[in-house]
Every structure is written in C-alpha cells, then in structure tokens.
C-alpha cells in the first residue's frame, strides 16, 4: 500500500512555470512506478508523464513534450512534475498515480489511468491567458 499527496497547485498566468510534488508515504517508494495525469472539466482523465521504478526511463504525452519534466527523489519519497511554458489548455485538475514494479517492471511506464494502482486526492492547477 502507498498513500499519495500532491502539492504545488495554483494559477499562474501563460507562459508561466510552476512544480508539482507528490508526496508518497511508506518504505518502498523506489518500488514504484509513478505517473501524473490530469482531467479538465468534462474531460477523460488523460496522461501527461511517467517515470519507471528504476528512475532511468520517462515518458510524456505529446501535448506536453517539451515543456514538462518529471523526476523523481527516493530519498524523499517524492515525484515532481515541472511545468513550463503553461498553457490555458493545460488548466486541470492533476493527479499522482503509483503502480508496482511487480506489474510494470522497473523500467517501464503505463499510460493507461487502468496502469496504476494507487492515486492521490488531486491538485488544481488553473492557467489564465
């Protein structure tokens, strides 16, 4: 089980940056593959970036390709999602998912919200024009 918390949420004008962190409770948190996805009102909850278990491979929608990056710090159990270059259209509610290498193998990265087992509560992110 692993118990997921994001931050770093808020409005920020075009053009802007902000960073997003996802706090993970437990002991295994290297264990863990870890995406970000998000969902505009009326929308799918869509992918935006992966990192595997092992840290060495990530992956990102082609809509944020570019100007999102994600890592990821073990040692303190935290995933971040920098964003540059924000976009009204990537106004969203944002949301950490973690999945098991057992299921994914530490290199690899689901894109699929079915992918991940364990989700966060969610941080709104607005970008105004």
């Known amino acids: 089980q692993v118990q997921l918390v994001e931050s770093g949420g808020g409005l920020v004008q075009a053009g802007g940056s902000l960073r997003l962190s996802c706090a993970a409770s437990?002991?295994?948190?290297?264990?863990?593959?870890m995406g970000w996805f998000r969902q505009a009102p009326g929308k799918e909850r869509e992918f935006a970036a992966g990192?595997?278990?092992?840290?060495?491979?990530?992956r990102y929608a082609d809509s944020v390709k570019g100007r999102f990056t994600i890592s990821r710090d073990n040692a303190k159990n935290t995933v971040y999602l920098q964003m540059n270059s924000l976009k009204p259209e990537d106004t969203a509610v944002y949301y950490c998912?973690?999945?098991?290498?057992?299921?994914?193998?530490?290199?690899?990265?689901?894109?699929?919200?079915?992918?991940?087992?364990?989700w966060g509560q969610g941080t709104q992110v607005a970008v105004s024009s």
């Open positions: 998912a973690a999945v098991h290498v057992r299921k994914m193998g530490w290199n690899g990265i689901g894109n699929r919200v079915g992918n991940y087992d364990y």
């Open positions: 990192i595997s278990g092992s840290g060495a491979s990530t």
């Open positions: 437990g002991r295994t948190f290297g264990s863990y593959g």
